[in-house]
């Protein structure tokens, strides 16, 4: 069974910083794209990144462009988005998925970005 | 990319069928056969139910059935049950670069 759990969501203030996490199990991580959406209360879904199976390959939406970091370990099976110059815009759920068309969901981590 | 358009809100009793659009540009939706959907109940997470336009992933009622006619692809869900009451996401995606629909709640009556 695919399971992916998120993790490193918290209160942060504005202009910092945050590591978000997600470990996968039940699948060949290695072979899969992945991908981080967010969803801001009571908003809609935003994607926000994803990264190719090898890491050669990341693509960001412009909004966070310069300031996030998609990035990913194979040998531990792992996805991360680093989080840097953070506003109260990037306040959200943060859910990694498998695959481009994101066929599996982890259940999500909180972000707020709050004085 | 900008959002693809959704209408915010749809309806139907249950044992009807019902459409959700989803109308996005030929650089995105018109131009790929990369069309998924995705089904979120009330503090969940999403669920994908169909990808590549028309294709349903193992354990989802054939009751969920996807299209798409030019830049617009279409959800829908016949028989209408209860448990079908949820908000429901398009998505497209080109270049490798994600887009997401805004949304639409779907009621059942």
């Known amino acids: 069974e695919v399971q992916l759990v998120e993790s490193g969501g918290d209160l942060v203030q504005p202009g910092g910083s945050l590591r978000l996490s997600c470990a996968a199990s039940g699948l060949t991580f290695s072979r899969y794209w992945m991908t981080w959406v967010r969803q801001a209360p009571g908003k809609g879904l935003e994607w926000v990144a994803n990264?190719?199976?090898?890491?050669?390959?990341?693509n960001y939406v412009d909004s966070v462009k310069g300031r996030f970091t998609i990035s990913r370990d194979n040998a531990k099976n792992s996805l991360y988005l680093q989080m840097n110059s953070l506003r109260a815009e990037d306040t959200a759920v943060y859910y990694c998925?498998?695959?481009?068309?994101?066929?599996?969901w982890g259940q999500g981590t909180l972000v707020t970005v709050s004085p | 990319q900008s959002a693809l358009t959704q209408p915010p809100s749809a309806s139907g009793s249950p044992g009807q069928s019902v459409t959700i659009s989803c109308t996005g540009t030929s650089s995105d939706v018109g131009g790929y056969n990369y069309v998924s959907w995705y089904q979120q109940h009330p503090g969940k997470a999403p669920k994908l139910m169909i990808y590549e336009v028309t294709k349903r992933p193992s354990g989802v009622p054939d009751r969920f059935s996807g299209s798409k006619s030019g830049n617009t692809a279409s959800l829908t869900v016949s028989g209408l049950q209860a448990e079908d009451e949820a908000d429901y996401y398009c998505s497209s995606y080109a270049d490798n670069k994600g887009v997401f629909g805004g949304g639409t709640k779907l009621t059942v009556l």
């Open positions: 998925a498998r695959n481009r068309w994101m066929d599996y």
């Open positions: 990264i190719k199976e090898d890491g050669s390959e990341k």
